[in-house]
């Protein structure tokens, strides 16, 4: 039987035989913990209703995902797919895919912003990203235009609270805040070679706007990812209320 090497944990782990106890802890930090924990408050913030959004985190060698198309606000550790983060390419749904651990609820599929969380997983290192459905973030982009390449803004506090490329130093009061905008498309997976592109392009952008649809966040630690989606989200938000009032984004006057 094929075993993977948790070194950090001191075991090896053979797959399938063993896996249900990756989803089995007492410790509420773990993954399969926290994604629901998590997506339960992303509910009522309006980030991961009608069953869109999620959150996504690494624990050593292996990759938590949530099942697609469910009631993120409902769902359990039983329910989470587990993934090896060594994969020969990004593992799009449908695709080839070495699961280490899924579902036994009949029905479930990895959730379809896989490879979008994979992108900020290989491109920036990140443990933990982050995909909301938030009103701030699809008004924003309707209110900057079908033109606008990226969302600028400055002189706001919680620039602070966002990170260089997501995973660096924390911006300060007097930089200029850049997230770069790709178009929406039909379906999830479809984004993930735009969102990689987006994010060569802008190697200090911390997140990824998509018109019409939300945002891509990540970070060096979980709480990271979740501290600047929280910023990011502010800072969408009033940028969509300055717009509305016609002030600059940028500037201090
Ligand atoms: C209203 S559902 C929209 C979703 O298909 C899509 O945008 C999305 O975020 C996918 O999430 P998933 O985790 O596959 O349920
Ligand atoms: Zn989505």
């Known amino acids: 039987m094929s075993a993977l090497n948790l070194e950090e944990y001191g075991a090896v782990v053979p ?9 089995k802890s007492d410790d509420p930090e773990h993954p399969a913990n926290l994604i629901p924990q998590l997506c339960r408050e992303f509910y009522k913030l309006g980030w991961v209703t009608g069953t869109g959004g999620g959150i996504s985190m690494r624990r050593g060698p292996l990759v938590y995902l949530a099942p697609s198309g469910v009631q993120k606000e409902r769902i359990l550790p039983e329910h989470m797919f587990v993934l090896p983060f060594a994969q ?4 799009k749904p449908g695709s080839t895919r070495d699961f280490v651990r899924v579902p036994s609820k009949k029905g479930l599929s990895e959730s379809q912003c896989t490879p979008l969380f994979w992108n900020a997983f290989t491109a920036r290192d990140a ?3 982050i995909h909301t459905h938030s009103q701030h973030a699809v008004m924003l982009t309707l209110l900057l235009g079908k033109n606008a390449k990226s969302f600028r803004i400055s002189h706001q506090e919680m620039i602070k609270g966002v990170r260089l490329g997501g995973v660096g130093k924390t911006l300060a009061f ?3 805040l850049e997230v770069p905008i790709i178009e929406n498309t039909a379906r999830e997976e479809d984004l993930t070679e735009s969102m990689a592109q987006a994010m060569a392009d802008y190697p200090d952008a911390a997140a990824i706007l998509v018109r019409r649809h939300g945002v891509y966040v ?7 990812a979740k501290t600047q989606a ?7 938000e009033i940028a969509v209320k300055m717009l509305q009032a016609g002030l600059p984004l940028e500037g201090d006057n």
């Open 15 to 23: 797959l399938s035989a063993d896996a249900e106890r990756l989803v």
């Open 88 to 91: 020969s390419s990004v593992p």
């Open 127 to 129: 443990q933990s990203c």
């Open 174 to 176: 007097f930089n200029t």
């Open 218 to 224: 990540w970070g060096p630690t979980w709480e990271s």
């Open 230 to 236: 929280e910023c990011l989200d502010y800072l969408f």
